[in-house]
């Protein structure tokens, strides 16, 4: 999932948690980069932010979000010991709790007691970070976002004689500018191979074709389609600037 749009229900928390998601909002931690927005409706929400005990005065307005929240993907996160498991008020008489036959210790309250909670990040009241790195962690971008990555270009030689080489060097620009060098040059590599693999254009347009159907990510999908297109670009200028080369010295042919 690109981005991820929530929804915030506060379910009787005392605001500590709530100020900590307004933190994440801040150009300082801003978590827009990792596509999260808060939107004002749960029917545009992909996810419910559940803060809060879940008193009984808020189980109501809580469900009520909860079923209009389009069915997929319906997450749910638990901000906050007290969304979590019920926190410090985990015993009140004011929360709500599923009924239960005999009596259990310790007394359970939060969000799971009526949502099936896809995530829960704890903490009195849990720290920005804490919030960013469970969001990053949902979205499946913790090696990505959170963990630190440093990029080298140190073991990269230019190269000096091969053909190929001089075109992964000018696609690599490009490809940086589509899909960053994160996901880019890994890509350029894979599409490389594939051109010297093939003997011909019609086969490197084959394999290339193959590799687009196969693969299931869209944006690596839409890289290869450039990646293709620039190469041709690439090899056409060459087959030009090399004719005229040859009408000039009358090379032969
Ligand atoms: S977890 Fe702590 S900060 Fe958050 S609502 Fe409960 S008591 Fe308040």
């Not at 100020?19 to 545009?44: F, M, N, Q, S, W």
């Not at 469970?134 to 976002?145: M, S, T």
């Not at 347009?205 to 159907?213: C, G, H, T």
Request: glycine content about 6%; aromatic content about 10%; hydrophobic content about 40%.
């Amino acid at each position: 999932m690109k981005s991820l749009w929530v929804f915030h229900v506060n379910t009787g928390a005392c605001n500590g948690c709530d100020i900590e998601i307004l933190d994440v909002l801040t150009p300082y931690y801003d978590v827009e980069r990792l596509g999260v927005k808060l939107v004002p409706t749960p029917r545009h929400a992909h996810a419910l932010l559940v803060t809060g005990p879940l008193t009984r005065q808020a189980y109501h307005a809580a469900r009520m979000a909860y079923e209009a929240m389009p069915p997929k993907p319906r997450l749910v996160i638990a901000v906050g010991t007290c969304a979590c498991s019920g926190g410090i008020f985990h015993d009140s008489y004011a929360l709500r709790r599923e009924h239960r036959e005999s009596f259990e210790y310790p007394l359970r309250g939060g969000a799971s007691e009526f949502l099936p909670v896809h995530l829960y990040i704890p903490g009195c009241p849990p720290r920005p970070e804490e919030i960013l790195y469970g969001i990053a962690l949902l979205k499946n971008i913790v090696e990505k976002k959170v963990r630190g990555s440093w990029f080298s270009e140190s073991a990269f030689v230019l190269p000096r004689e091969s053909f190929n080489a001089w075109v992964e060097v000018l696609l690599r620009a490009r490809i940086r500018k589509e899909l960053g060098y994160f996901d880019g040059y890994p890509l350029l590599r894979r599409f490389m191979e594939l051109v010297e693999s093939s003997e011909s254009k019609e086969e490197l347009e084959k394999l290339v074709q193959k590799a687009i159907s196969e693969e299931s990510d869209s944006r690596l999908r839409y890289g290869l389609e450039k990646l293709y297109s620039y190469y041709l670009e690439v090899v056409r200028t060459y087959e030009s600037i090399l004719a005229a080369k040859r009408a000039l010295v009358r090379l032969p042919k």
